[in-house]
């Protein structure tokens, strides 16, 4: 792979920490931000959907000690030049067309769209957010009218919105995967032309590919994107996200496959990281180089860049135990393994004095923190 020196800068490359869960601290949140920075990355968007105050009870009003927070981590971006965001889901604000119950909002859409412009002037006013997500995804659809409402919703917020922040929005049907309509409910006919209606250019759309969780982008696959939501998708990358089901045994530390169509089909790309923290910053590392190459790339690329990504972040004792001594978590589920075995593991699994909580996030997942937990997926 032949990388050029310098990045597209036309093509934004960041993080969104979008998983379900609650497992990174502000303390992984301060100390990831100058590390983005080193490894080439433009912005970072907060958006765990373990919040909340920006979610599950998005309605009320935020404490001080709230957005205080959120403005040490927007500071702290900035300072290094780095772009911040934050993702707000305004939960159950969809289920007011006419065909649906009013849900939260008895008094109807008009006290919900006052509510929703009041959060959004709280987070420009004391966040000063570079970037506002207004996320829809992962929604029990029960209106036929959930597009337009989103839509109102969308035109709401920019409204209150200041023409420097950019707003991203992630439709609930965010890629034609079956899996959608199958957990949240059909789509609603002619819902993609409802949602995008009269929206301005500056308003970006996030698109995870052919599927949820998708392994690639071929052109073919962002074109078809851009035809269904009338522009150029902002891809929503879900590699190395472990929060599912089925992933949630799994780790992904190995470079992802080819990216080198996005920079010419895609607005731009936030990666969703795992929910180990500092483990995610191993797969992370290789992303601004896969971007830049603009190759495919091949198996043998894949074992070269991951070693080169345990060397950078790691030792070369704990290169040696991952690539030699440690199953392949990426293929091989956490539920295969007996106990004992994941506790001898836990117990071979080498100290790091430059990054110890690397080998912390190691050891714990084989111990279990980091298990499904089906109670995350219901707010």
């Given at each position: ?5 310098t990045p597209?800068?036309s ?6 920490e979008g ?14 931000i ?5 490894r ?9 959907k373990?919040?909340a ?5 998005w309605?009320r ?8 927070g959120l403005?040490?981590?927007a ?6 030049g780095?772009?911040?965001g934050?993702?707000?889901t ?12 009013r ?9 919900m769209?006052h509510?929703?412009a009041a959060?959004?002037?709280?987070l ?10 207004v996320?829809?995804d992962d929604?029990?659809?029960?209106s ?13 917020i920019?409204?209150e919105?200041?023409?420097?922040t950019?707003?991203?929005?992630c439709?609930?049907?965010y890629s034609?995967d ?11 006919p002619?819902?993609f ?11 970006d ?33 879900n590699?190395?996200v ?17 990216r080198?169509f996005?920079p010419?089909g895609a ?8 929910k ?12 601004p180089?896969?971007?830049r ?6 198996a043998?690329?894949?074992t070269?860049?991951l070693?080169q990504?345990?060397l ?11 690539l030699r001594?440690c ?10 393994f007996?106990?004992?075995e ?32 089906e109670?995350?997926?219901?707010g």
């Amino acid at each position: 792979m032949n990388t050029p020196d310098t990045p597209d800068q036309s093509f934004p490359l960041g993080v969104i920490e979008g998983m379900y869960g609650a497992f990174w601290t502000p303390e992984d949140r301060l100390s990831f931000i100058p590390w983005l920075k080193s490894r080439g990355y433009d912005f970072y968007i907060y958006a765990p959907k373990g919040d909340a105050c920006l979610r599950r009870l998005w309605f009320r009003e935020f404490s001080g000690e709230y957005l205080e927070g959120l403005a040490v981590l927007a500071d702290a971006a900035r300072k290094q030049g780095l772009s911040f965001g934050v993702g707000f889901t305004p939960l159950n604000a969809v289920s007011l067309g006419a065909d649906a119950p009013r849900g939260d909002f008895p008094e109807g859409e008009a006290a919900m769209l006052h509510r929703v412009a009041a959060r959004v002037k709280d987070l420009t006013d004391r966040v000063k957010p570079d970037i506002l997500a207004v996320l829809f995804d992962d929604l029990k659809i029960d209106s036929h009218a959930a597009g337009k409402t989103q839509n109102r919703i969308l035109k709401c917020i920019l409204d209150e919105l200041p023409e420097s922040t950019r707003l991203i929005t992630c439709p609930s049907f965010y890629s034609l995967d079956p899996i959608l309509e199958k957990i949240f409910g059909e789509m609603p006919p002619g819902y993609f032309e409802d949602f995008a209606r009269d929206l301005p250019e500056r308003a970006d759309i996030f698109w995870t590919g052919d599927r949820v969780m998708s392994s690639g982008y071929p052109l073919s696959s962002l074109e078809k994107a851009r035809e269904i939501i009338g522009r150029k998708p902002f891809i929503w990358d879900n590699y190395p996200v472990n929060d599912g089901r089925k992933s949630s045994g799994h780790l992904y530390l190995a470079p992802p496959d080819s990216r080198e169509f996005l920079p010419e089909g895609a607005r731009g790309i936030a990666v969703n990281p795992m929910k180990e923290h500092w483990l995610s910053r191993i797969p992370l590392s290789l992303i601004p180089e896969i971007l830049r190459a603009r190759t495919p790339v091949t198996a043998e690329d894949k074992t070269r860049l991951l070693k080169q990504a345990l060397l950078r972040e790691t030792s070369p004792e704990f290169t040696d135990f991952m690539l030699r001594e440690c199953p392949d978590f990426s293929i091989r589920d956490r539920e295969e393994f007996t106990p004992d075995e994941l506790e001898n593991l836990a117990r071979k699994t080498p100290e790091l004095s430059g990054s110890p909580g690397i080998a912390r996030d190691l050891r714990d997942f084989f111990r279990g923190r980091y298990i499904f937990d089906e109670t995350c997926l219901t707010g």
